[in-house]
């Protein structure tokens, strides 16, 4: 059997194991010391203990609430076109997505029968005027005989009595004649509109029939107004009061825009304010008119409804995002004489075009924009040599408050 001795390792083999780790653990750890360094100098200054933020003060306008919401162009009118009389296609005066003003001809149809019947309405209105004419002197001369006492008063009443019935009987043969004459003219049919027209059902030969349903009475073409055109949107009805006043006052201006890069704001108008409120949605339906001369608004689209009712006389703006979001409420960093900050609890009215409107805090008071995130009550801070630059930019953007897409926030 073979016995296997194990040497101890030497003193010497310990130390060059444990030489390289203490090494490469002196410079891990001068390494880690060295970025903790980095970044308290990065957030604070000259190693002062005091965070490095941008601020800006508190503002005062005039801001103009706008509200937004999706809506759908829809159009001013569209009609159906039917026809009134049982007949043929004889002409199709249009082509499909032509444009047609109102009065020009559309349509003309087989008018043969209506012609014989005009024809035949007229032909008994000159028999009718004949035969009262005769009845007439027929009654003249009864009238001369009865004076002369050679005719009895019931034969003068028997000729007084035909020409009487001959006068109504004309009365009903020309009103029977004019609508002859109407029903012809339905041979002819025109745009009761201006507009754009569909697509075209019927073609020369067509046999067409008066009526509303499918089956009956198919719909000729549809022409559908285009200029001016609508928009329907809806916003909540705690928006309802203020839109009342406002479009009680006069012209409500609404803009659009489509959702597509390049396109500019159409302006309009606020033309109708639905008489109830969804009570599924809380919602209370609008319409807006737009012109549409250029035709970049089509029925069915989606565009994004900018409406400004009413305004905040002298509010109170900062930008947005110095706005913190507490456990209970929104609150702001205000930074006080002594360069420290504090927690002010603030409600927010409004947020938009990158400005919040406030209640809760002094005008001209320094708020704190950016560093926020580490930032305690007490907290020492100094501002960044941009502040100034960004108070300038915060001035010039909340000059154009009113002029920019905005979401409207309620008091929190």
């Keep these: 059997m073979e016995v296997v001795y194990h040497k101890k390792p030497s003193t010497r083999s310990k130390q060059r194991i444990w030489i390289p780790i203490a090494v490469i653990s002196l410079i891990a750890l001068a390494a880690g010391a060295w970025i903790w360094q980095a970044r ?28 937004t919401a999706n809506g759908t162009v829809s159009a001013l009118q569209t009609v159906d076109v039917r026809p009134q009389i049982s007949a043929t296609v004889k002409v199709v005066h249009i082509k499909e997505g032509q444009f047609v003003r109102k009065g020009d001809r559309l349509f003309t149809l087989d008018a043969r029968t209506e012609d014989a019947n005009l024809s035949k309405a007229e032909a008994q209105v000159v028999k ?66 201006e507009g754009r027209t569909g697509a075209i059902s019927v073609y020369p030969g067509s046999l067409v029939q008066p009526g509303t349903s499918t089956a009956s009475g198919a719909v000729l073409v549809s022409i559908t107004q285009l200029d001016p055109i609508n928009v329907s949107f809806t916003l909540p009805e705690q928006e309802l009061a203020g839109l009342q006043q406002a479009f009680a006052k006069g012209n409500v201006p609404v803009s659009a825009k489509l959702d597509l890069a390049g396109q500019t704001e159409m302006k309009g108008r606020l033309v109708f304010i639905d008489n109830s409120v969804d009570t599924a949605s809380g919602t209370i339906r609008l319409k807006a008119e737009f012109t549409n001369a250029d035709h970049r608004l089509w029925p069915g689209m989606f565009v994004n409804v900018a409406v400004a009712p009413r305004k905040l006389a002298g509010a109170f703006t900062v930008p947005a995002q110095a706005v913190q979001t507490g456990p209970e409420r929104k609150f702001l960093y205000v ?20 400005y919040a409107v406030v209640e809760g805090i002094e005008l001209g008071t320094r708020v704190v924009v950016e560093g926020a995130q580490n930032l305690r009550p007490g907290s020492l801070v100094v501002e960044s040599e941009n502040s100034g630059q960004k108070t300038e930019d915060s001035k010039g953007k909340n000059t154009n408050m009113g002029g920019a897409k905005s979401n409207s926030a309620g008091k929190q």
Excluded: H, W
């Design 40 to 67: 308290s100098t990065a957030g604070n200054p000259k190693g002062t203990g005091a965070f490095q933020v941008v601020s800006a003060p508190v503002t005062q306008k005039d801001v103009s609430v706008r509200l």
């Design 128 to 193: 009718d005027r004949a035969d009262l004419l005769n009845a007439k002197r027929n009654l003249e001369r009864e009238r001369g005989l009865l004076k002369q006492e050679y005719v009895s008063q019931s034969e003068f009443d028997t000729a007084q009595n035909l020409a009487d019935g001959l006068r109504g009987q004309l009365a009903i043969d020309l009103a029977s004649a004019d609508a002859s004459r109407v029903a012809r003219s339905f041979d002819e049919i025109t745009a009761p509109i």
């Design 335 to 354: 930074i006080g004489e002594d360069n420290k900050v504090a927690s002010l609890p603030i409600n927010v009215l409004l947020i938009q075009d990158g």
